[in-house]
């Protein structure tokens, strides 16, 4: 069972910047398409950016795509979610997700991963 853990949340002001890790059990970052989502109290959780599990290829919310940024770590079991220019409706828990049958599509769902995090907060304030 592979298991994955989100770090690096925390509180910010409108404007900072926070780097934000997932670390897997395994690795399998370089095997699996792996993506960061987030909810905020009282929504739905939303996408907010991929990366395929080759690396040649990104995506990201249309609302964030700008200011957020995926990457991998060298290391095979870590990947970023690097954010900058926060803003207070950013505000929200942060999950890692893994998709082992590697069906990425630009803007999936929830539904299309089978292992998550628990999660990390990420509050910025005004």
């Known amino acids: 069972q592979v298991q994955v853990a989100e770090s690096g949340g925390g509180s910010v002001q409108a404007g900072g910047s926070l780097r934000l890790s997932c670390t897997a059990s395994?690795?399998?970052?370089?095997?699996?398409?792996s993506a960061w989502f987030r909810q905020a109290p009282g929504k739905e959780r939303e996408f907010v950016g991929a990366?395929?599990?080759?690396?040649?290829?990104?995506y990201y919310a249309d609302s964030m795509k700008d200011r957020f940024t995926v990457s991998r770590g060298n290391a095979k079991n870590t990947i970023y979610l690097q954010m900058n220019n926060l803003k207070p409706e950013d505000t929200a828990v942060y999950y890692c997700?893994?998709?082992?049958?590697?069906?990425?599509?630009?803007?999936?769902?929830?539904?299309?991963?089978?292992?998550w995090g628990q999660g990390t907060q990420v509050t910025v304030s005004s």
């Open positions: 997700a893994v998709d082992p049958r590697n069906w990425l599509a630009p803007h999936p769902t929830a539904a299309a991963f089978d292992y």
């Open positions: 395994e690795s399998i970052f370089r095997s699996y398409d």
């Open positions: 990366i395929s599990w080759r690396g040649d290829n990104t």
